[in-house]
Structures are given as C-alpha cells and as structure tokens.
C-alpha cells in the first residue's frame, strides 16, 4: 500500500464512517490492518469531542477498489473483518538509482529537434526510433543506436513514397535486432486517418547492420491498429521482438481474418511471415501485445471463445518463440466477472512470475450501479500457462505535468532487468485535469513499477520534456528536451528546446 492508497483509504473510512470523528490513529490502524500487517485485535477508544476529520476530497467520482473492512463500534471497540484476500504488499525496487546526470548534449547535430523517441536495450547497445529532426519532414524516421549514450547514430528508414508523405507516415514504430538481423515495423494510416484509431497498414522495414534499410513491400498488411488493449496507466503495447530463432509480431487485426489468420506472426530473417504455430487446442489470436521473460515469451490479446466471440481475454506462451499455447488468465474468474475483464497493459516478468493486469474497463464508462466486482485485477503464472487471479486496488496513474510553457507528458520504458521506469510530472489516482491559464507545476520524477501498472516515485527527474527513458545493465537513460535557461516557447525570436541525454547509475 503506498501513501495515496493510504490517503485514499483513511478519506473514505472517514466519510463512510458513522461517526467522521474517529481519531487519525484509528484510521491509520485501520488501513494498516487492510494492507495485513498489523495482528487485528480490540483497539480501546477514548471518545473525544471536536476530533480533527479526515479531508473530504475522497469525492473524486472514483471508485475505492481492494480490501473491503466491516467496521463494528460496541462498548468502545472497533474491530476490521475481512471481506476478502488481502492484496500481497507493493513490491519494492531491486535496485536504487543515483542522481541524474547529463552525458550527452544533441546540440549542434540533425538529431537536435527529436519530436518523439523509442528506446529499447538489446544487440548489448541501446537501439531506438525517432523522428521530427527533418526540419522539412517531421515524418521521416531513423533508428537510433549508441554502446554507451554518449555516441549516437541514426540511419534513416526510407519512406514508402505511396502510401507516404511529408505530412504522414509511420507512427508506432519499433526495432527488433536477432542473430544479425535487423526488422522495423510500424503503422502507416488511411488518409486522414490515426493507427490508434483507424485501420492502418503495417509495414516492415529489414536491415543487415541497422544502418542501411529496405522496406518490404510485399509484407504490408492491411487493416491494422495498435494492440487492443486498455493503456490508461501502463506503457504503450509491444508489437515487435526478437526471439531465439527470429521475429515475432502482435498488433490488432480490425478486418475479417482469413482461415488460418493469426495476428501472432513469426519470422526468422524479418523478410518472410507467417501465422504462429499453435499447438493443439490453442487458438488464434485477433489482438496481441507481447513481453519477454527467462523462460520464453508471452502475447496477451484476444481469441476467439469457445462460442466463437473474438473479444475473450487470453494469452499465449512460447518457450521458443516458434510453438505457441493459449491460455486463458481470467479463467480463475467467475464466468459474470472473467468476460468483463480486460487487459490493462502489457504483460510482464517478476520475480519469477509472468503478470498480466486487468480491469472491469466497461464497468466505469456507465452511469448506473457497478457490479461489486468492477475494478482491478492480476493474474499471476509461473509457466504462462496456469494462472491464479487476485483483485488490486486502483492503480498509480501517471499524470501529466501542465505549465505556463506545455506539458510534460509521461514516459514509460519498456521491461528491464529490474522491472519499468517511469519519468512524470506527478502521480494522481484521480482524473485531475489543468485549469486556465495553466499553473507552473511540479518537475518530472522518476518512477518505478514492477509491471507498469502500481507506481513508485523513487528520485527527483531530469528538469525539461521527457521523451523517452530506457534501462540498460548499468544504468537507465533518458532523453530529454529543454529551453535554453530564460527561454520557452513564446520567445522572440523563437527558441528551439535541444535534446538532451541523461542517466542514472544503478545500485
């Protein structure tokens, strides 16, 4: 239970409360008594008069999700029942991190302007997509590469002259690098269109060195869309990774599938796909988002159910990346809450367990009563075959930071050794929107979770825009946009922010 799951516990006993006059140490006791580290036994109360009362903001129109507690006042005694399995505590990081430190400066080079950035650790260097340093074509793209964060390259991808444009081209783009081979893939939408939104079409881009790159016409696919799954709090999915023996890639499918059709697709050169091989039993998939662990892979998405829907939450396992067996994470549910759950983010590896977090995400977009059921939920296996499921409170969610010069908008790493990493403006587990004209807010702060739902602020961040964060075995390294000292963007004559790179030693 971290500070605002307790801050939001003792607002809402206090408001749920018969009497909103229980002293603070009642209050704290219960919330110690629900994260289960406190023996329940009788607690004697003194009634005193004009006790300070708990903070009222516990209106935010949201619902207290986890632990349920029956509290019973007789004779003086309080006493907490539970309702159901106590949520297991939040883990704590497996390393700490050092300040941040700037190690390398863009200015002065093409790359001085990036719009936006992706950042992954594998080939034993960091590899990364970015765009927005063409002065003349934000679109254009180039894959990143740097050893140690200082030395960076950025080999264009050529841009499919017709299905692109100055003013369109790829977005959710990522790289892959296996024994040699190098595979891009993103989503170029329909005219007028967003990939987040509207059917889009896949392109793959191959390379030898990752330097020089060639598109592959014939391995366009079309009516696709990012990986259908709720992103509210957790990073954005993950479509493309290497494998032992290759390439595998996920999406969302939006067209009919053909016979055969699977949206998990393998590849051992990045040139040629085709469908997963499944083993008996196991279904296609129609939606996909993937992670890596010791023992193999995982795609969590959707199949189709046994009554032949394709909208039934499920998973696939591959020890190998090339023989896949679905499974299904909610099917420790009951059958009235299994069918309202769906993915909150992208599967995850820790301390020995594939991850999977869900949520009842329809329950909310209504008005009237939610089922006592609704909120958020883990499921848990060792294999990535059988899962047990257990309910979590409302997660940490990333917010944004507003000022009188923009908005730091969060950015979440992909899973490192050591878990996910966050750079944000602050943490709310409400829906806090920015009021005009827009307040200087709080710096960026670093953040870490376990598997990119449940945050912890772990270090002051880096002062500017984050726009991407990544782990490597040594450290974790972020880019970072800033105004020159005195300046933003209203300054006359106008002032570009330069890209900087910044990093964090692990302990």
Known sequence: MNSNDVERRLEALAAASANPDLPPAILDKLARLEAGNVVMTPLRVQRMPAERRASKRSVRGLMLLGLAATLTLTGGLIYAVATQNKPNPSPTPPVTLGQWQQIHTFSGSPYDQFETVWLSWQNDEIVGVASGHDNFDLFQSCVLQSKDGTDWTCANLPKPADICSTDSCATNLEVAVSNGAWVATGLVPNQ?????????TSVTWTSSD?????????????????????????APPTDLLATRHGFVRGATSTGT???????????TDGVTWQPARLSAGSLAMSSATLAAGPDGYLAVGTCAGTTGSSN??????????????????AGGATAALGDRLQASGNPAFFDGKWVVS?????????TGTMPSDSGYYEALSADGLNWTIQQRSYPTRLENAFSDYGTYYSVISQQGASGLWAISGAESSGNAEPTFPYLPS??????????????QRIIAGPEGYPLAIVETPTRVLAFIAAYPAGSGPDSYPNVIPTVSVWAASKH
């Open 312 to 329: 039934q939450l499920c998973a696939a396992h591959s020890p190998d990346g090339e023989t896949w067996t679905t499974s299904y994470p």
């Open 257 to 267: 599938p053909a016979a055969g059709a699977n949206v998990l697709m393998t590849s």
């Open 210 to 234: 990752g330097t020089t790159w060639t598109e592959q016409p014939s391995q366009r696919l079309p009516n696709y869309v990012g990986a259908d799954v709720q992103y509210i709090y957790s």
């Open 442 to 455: 709080e710096a960026p702060h670093t953040y870490w979770s376990e598997e990119g739902t449940y945050w």
């Open 192 to 200: 007028g269109g967003s990939p987040a939104l509207s059917p889009a």
């Open 358 to 366: 869900m949520a009842t995400h329809m329950d909310f977009s209504g």
